[in-house]
């Protein structure tokens, strides 16, 4: 399975962007999907997470209020809509497909890797 992340970029505190993701295969559609992020310097941290369904999400205390993950299963894809945007959200945007059904913030938890997108917030 390959994992195609873009909609990444260059936007001031404040701003907004809609980050996409789109898999290679349909049977991903059973696998819960999920969000990371890498600083630099940093290790790479959960972000936001969503089941099979789309029903359930959970979020980073960190972005909590700001973003939302959301998948449409038809076309393979998950989003990450990021809203009043933080220097602090600067890193490369990893997303990710589950090992099961339900969405999880640990990264353990996720079998297929995209190549990640660069989100850069400036003051």
Same mark, same amino acid.
């Given at each position: /399975?390959?994992?195609?992340?873009?909609g *990444? =970029?260059?936007?001031?505190a404040?701003?907004?962007? &809609?980050?996409?993701?789109?898999? !290679?295969?349909?049977?991903?559609?059973?696998?819960?999907?999920?969000?990371?992020?890498q600083a630099?310097?940093k290790?790479?941290?959960? /972000?936001?997470?969503?089941?099979?369904? *789309? =029903?359930?999400?959970?979020?980073?205390?960190a972005v &909590?209020?700001?973003?939302?993950? !959301?998948?449409d299963?038809?076309?393979?894809a998950?989003?990450?809509?990021?809203?009043?945007?933080?220097?602090?959200?600067?890193?490369?945007?990893?997303?990710a497909?589950?090992?099961?059904?339900?969405?999880?913030?640990?990264?353990?938890?996720?079998?297929?890797?995209g190549?990640?997108?660069?989100?850069?917030?400036?003051?």
């Amino acid at each position: /399975v390959q994992l195609q992340a873009s909609g *990444g =970029g260059l936007v001031q505190a404040g701003g907004s962007l &809609k980050l996409s993701c789109v898999a !290679s295969a349909r049977t991903i559609s059973n696998n819960g999907m999920g969000w990371f992020r890498q600083a630099p310097g940093k290790e790479r941290e959960f /972000v936001a997470a969503v089941d099979w369904r *789309g =029903g359930n999400t959970i979020y980073a205390d960190a972005v &909590k209020g700001r973003f939302t993950i !959301s998948r449409d299963s038809a076309s393979r894809a998950v989003y990450l809509q990021m809203n009043s945007l933080k220097p602090e959200d600067t890193a490369l945007y990893y997303c990710a497909v589950g090992l099961s059904a339900s969405g999880s913030s640990n990264r353990d938890r996720y079998r297929y890797w995209g190549q990640g997108t660069q989100v850069t917030v400036s003051s």
